[in-house]
């Protein structure tokens, strides 16, 4: 998984950030405050003014990423009001940097940005939001609010907190019950944050303690490989978390070659092939908890409401707001039916 810095801002599910989130959405004439509500210029799938959305995200050398710029595409196509400027992509923030650049000098509406590196990439940020073109910053964060209209992004901690309580409801009635974590690349912060926030979960469940950790690289080898170090060292547990499910792929295979059957496995992301095995429900992995791609059209929405100076019908301002942080869902057997739609490959 690519270094994804959470900013907590207002709380939205998975599907709330979507089309109904920016339909118009106020109907009741109870009261003045209703009624002021309801002159709200909230966006709609309406035709309105053109927009045109200038998108600059890295490369897509992971499944999440690729599913990234496709959620960006597939919404743009939605609205007969807006073009689509979109770059190539690239992990070279000097690259990166010059394709904004080209799109700021095409004048673009708005720039919906997911940058290889936020902290590299913040004075591109500025430069085109002092040239009046706002920014809709995509989960990487600029390092300041300067740079950006409105961050949308994923919760990191929540990832882990969701999957510590999934897991800690599970073996709440096991004593002596063990747990143990492959996380992803632990320079990053979105790595740590995601332990911090399985670490908080699991202080809930005196029962369950975490006997072993092993960092990955967020690729299919390095998640087989570290798997494998972990069964070896460990001999029985009761349940894995894994942060990501491209790793997940590798980490499986490894349960798979070791023929071990006798844990419960929760993924990260939302790989379709996590959400294919858990509603197969013939192995180790049970659930999933998600950091949805679908952020990507949300963006798009709130671009495109921007764009065309409006707001999200169900609220009450007149403005799109400042920070929206996605919910990370846990996705079961139970649920999974009505997320499979949003599982990237």
């Not at 053109?50 to 890295?58: L, M, N, Y």
């Not at 720039?111 to 910053?137: F, S, Y």
């Not at 390092?143 to 990832?159: E, F, K, L, T, V």
């Not at 599970?170 to 990053?188: P, T």
Request: proline share 3%; charged share 20%; with cysteine.
């Amino acid at each position: 998984m690519p270094e994804l810095t959470s900013r907590r801002g207002l709380l939205f599910g998975t599907a709330a950030v979507g089309a109904g989130v920016l339909l118009a959405g106020c109907t009741s004439n109870e009261s003045d405050d209703d009624a002021a509500a309801n002159d709200q210029p909230a966006a709609s799938d309406t035709p309105g003014k053109e927009v045109t959305i200038g998108f600059a995200g890295p490369q897509a050398d992971h499944g999440w990423l690729n599913a990234i710029n496709d959620n960006a595409k597939s919404r743009a196509k939605k609205y007969s009001d807006v073009t689509l400027e979109i770059t190539e992509g690239s992990n070279d923030t000097a690259a990166q940097i010059g394709q904004i650049e080209t799109l700021i000098n095409k004048k673009v509406d708005v720039l919906v940005v997911l940058p290889a590196d936020g902290k590299a990439l913040t004075q591109v940020g500025l430069q085109a939001m002092r040239a009046g073109i706002p920014v809709i910053n995509l989960d990487r964060i600029f390092n300041s609010p300067q740079a950006y209209r409105c961050w949308i992004g994923g919760d990191n901690y929540g990832m882990g907190l969701n999957a510590g309580h999934y897991i800690g409801e599970k073996l709440k009635d096991k004593q002596g019950a063990k747990v143990i974590e492959l996380a992803g690349l632990d320079n990053l912060e979105l790595t740590q944050q995601r332990t911090q926030g399985f670490d908080a979960a699991l202080k809930n469940y005196p029962n369950i303690k975490k006997v072993a950790r092993q960092a990955a690289e967020f690729t299919v080898e390095s998640g087989q490989a570290k798997m494998s170090q972990l069964l070896q060292a460990q001999s029985n547990f009761d349940a894995l978390w894994n942060h990501d499910d491209d790793q997940g792929v590798g980490a499986l295979r490894a349960i798979e070659q070791a023929g071990r059957d006798d844990f419960l496995m929760v993924g990260g992301a939302g790989a379709l092939s996590a959400m294919q095995a858990i509603e197969a429900d013939d192995g180790v992995l049970k659930a999933t908890v998600l950091y949805p791609p679908t952020m990507a059209a949300s963006a798009i929405d709130l671009a495109r409401a921007l764009g065309q100076a409006k707001g999200i019908g169900g609220l009450a301002e007149f403005e799109i707001p400042a920070s929206i942080t996605l919910y990370s869902a846990v996705v079961d057997k139970e649920n999974v039916g009505q997320y499979m739609s949003t599982g990237f490959k």
